[in-house]
């Protein structure tokens, strides 16, 4: 009775064990989730006209595929979000890193600074990563990490959550 016992526990373990390395698998092929620190003063953050330009050292090639989800995220969270050639006061500084992992994968970071333009004072700022397989499509990666690090904007401050 006891024998059979710890069988069925071994089996239901390992059952369990497997069903989290199949999850675990196939949201890594999916991107995998997504870490997300930010950090703010903790007051209200006035919205207005803003514009998304680029991180010092970021290239207009690498820019291009940020633009688009940085500025959806922007405006569904009431700012209004002006064309590339627009002077405002509040800026979204932005900036994508990849870098490549001796195992074929991928971790791509996405960070955004909210600042005001005059004196460069930061409201808020924030990066999201994940990791994925080498090949995964570039846009789709950085639009979810959008996706996550505005999500419950402003979010808790200092704090790394993980966004599936």
Sequence with gaps: MKKSLAVSAIVAVALLGGCESLRTERSYALGGEVQVTRTHLGQPIARGEIRVEPAAGVTAVNFSQVTAPVEREL??????????????????????????????????ELAVRIQRRSDATVAWEGRAQSESRAGADRGATIDRLASALFRDFPGESGRTIRVR
């Design 75 to 108: 405006a569904r969270l009431g700012w209004t979000v002006s064309p590339a050639k627009a002077t405002t006061e509040q800026v979204a500084v932005a900036r994508v890193a990849e870098t490549t992992r001796a195992n074929g994968s991928v971790v791509t």
